[in-house]
């Protein structure tokens, strides 16, 4: 990534990973369904999804990957200017879920904060805000706190109830970061479309689900095709070759694999047009087999992120940066000073194309997002418990030690939640 001499190089800082304590594997969840499971196995290529017990909401999942992200960044709170949170699941049509982490964190009175929407998009909208406002000065030395946190529910028994999830994480955003350096440049593309919504009336989403994966696919276009456009006179770069990962936003793993097949096979497409990448089009044709060689890149760039996403489902806001951690965590050394993609898509729908640097010293930050210790300390549960704790109506309660992060939902009294901090947080 080229930075013009007088551009300030700004990134992420530090990230922080949170995961509820309890687990659902799919397996179960299809037979109790009658579905066969490889269709969940194989043809989604999920494997687990985590679920948020009745006192974690979005805010106590944020506060608690927020409070990793500063402890773990030995980032003090007043450092902090400005908190973002994007989430599509609010607690409050008018009370953020911000002003609740900016209390449960300890953030100075003077740090600008408010939450964001646009269903899963929000997370990078928030990134992108975040690093304009360091570029401009207006961040006078402060940092940005994003926090993407969302609670993905279907309806029982839906064909979509396999793809839910709950998890958050939390960016911080300065200049001179110690694990992602953000290249300015980026591709966009928006355009209103009924593929995924939530009424104000419903918990559960509503989706159309075929569709939503042809808007998905083409906003991947759009996005690219402005990315292309931005990037002065090297548009026609084959984006698979240049970077060392492709991290998409990741409802299910097998998304991503459509994904980034689309993305190979568009960048054969400009690769054919401008000629500009004659060696990948003919190291490609000289094996004879172009899905073959789509495969390779799928296996080389995209399958190493998707653990998390296979064993936590959708975090919706979330979800793209849950494939940042696990690769910063599982392969910091060999990704030092390499660039990756990062394709964000949020239903409605906005999406956008932007690549990062890792810097030559992040393995220092990837080693403490701790996702393979959250991981394991998780703990199984069947689908007796998980549909106790996804019914309506169930919110609030008292968590013992490890069933909870830095916050829980105490109760909901008079229409107000009310949160109290643990005493065991990290
Ligand atoms: N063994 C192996 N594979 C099998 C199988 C079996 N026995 N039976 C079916 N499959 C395969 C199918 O061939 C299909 O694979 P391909 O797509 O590669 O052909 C896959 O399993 C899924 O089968 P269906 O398409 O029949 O599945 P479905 O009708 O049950 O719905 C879904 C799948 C549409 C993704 C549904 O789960 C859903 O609506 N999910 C929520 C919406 C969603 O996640 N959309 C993604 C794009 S929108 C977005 O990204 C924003 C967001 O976060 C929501």
Not at 49 to 70: F, H, I, K, N, Y
Not at 82 to 102: G, R, W
Request: glycine content about 10%.
């Amino acid at each position: 990534m080229k930075h013009d001499d007088s551009q300030t190089v700004v990134g992420i800082d530090q990230l922080g990973l949170y995961l509820p304590h309890y687990v659902l594997s799919l397996d179960k969840l299809a037979e109790a369904r009658g579905v066969p499971p490889e269709k969940i196995s194989i043809g989604l290529g999920a494997q687990k999804m985590a679920v948020a017990p009745p006192w974690e909401d979005t805010v106590t999942l944020g506060a608690s990957a927020a409070e990793r992200a500063l402890a773990r960044g030995s980032v003090a709170p007043d450092e902090i200017g400005l908190l973002l949170v994007a989430t599509e699941t609010a607690v409050d049509h008018a009370k953020p879920v911000s002003i609740f982490l900016h209390e449960l964190l300890g953030l100075p009175s003077n740090c600008r904060t408010f939450e964001l929407k646009h269903a899963c998009y929000s997370g990078t909208a928030g990134v992108m805000i975040a690093a304009d406002w360091v570029r401009s000065g207006a961040a006078r030395g402060r940092k940005a706190l994003i926090v993407a946190t969302d609670i993905a529910r279907y309806d029982l028994h839906s064909s979509a109830e396999f793809t839910q999830g709950a998890g958050a994480v939390a960016l911080v955003v300065s200049e001179q970061p110690r694990l992602l350096e953000l290249d300015p440049v980026s591709g966009v593309f928006a355009s209103n479309v009924y593929d995924f919504w939530r009424p104000l009336d419903r918990r559960e989403a509503l989706v159309d689900g075929k569709f939503s994966l042809d808007c998905y696919l083409a906003a991947l276009d759009g996005a690219v095709a402005d990315y292309r456009a931005g990037l002065n006179g090297s548009g026609g770069t084959s984006l698979t070759e240049r970077y060392a990962a492709m991290l998409y936003h990741t409802p299910f793993p097998k998304m991503a694999y459509k994904a980034h097949l689309r993305l190979f096979e568009r960048d054969r497409a400009v690769a054919g047009t401008d000629g500009t990448n004659g060696a990948h089009r003919s190291a490609a044709d000289g094996n004879g087999d172009l899905a073959a060689a789509a495969e390779r890149s799928y296996a080389e760039l995209v399958e190493p992120s998707l653990t998390l996403a296979r064993l936590v489902g959708n975090t919706y806001t979330a979800s793209l940066y849950l494939c940042l951690a696990w690769i910063a965590e599982q392969r910091a050394r060999e990704l030092a000073g390499r660039e990756v993609g990062l394709f964000s898509y949020g239903s409605g729908c906005c999406a956008e194309f932007f690549a990062g640097r890792f810097t030559g010293s992040c393995a220092t930050a990837a080693r403490s997002i701790g996702a393979a210790e959250l991981l394991a300390s998780r703990r199984e549960i069947d689908v007796e418990q998980y549909e106790a704790f996804t019914c309506e109506g169930s919110a609030g309660g008292t968590p013992g030690r490890e069933e909870a992060g830095a916050a829980y939902l105490a109760g909901i009294r008079d229409h107000k939640r009310l949160y109290e901090r643990t005493s065991w947080s990290s």
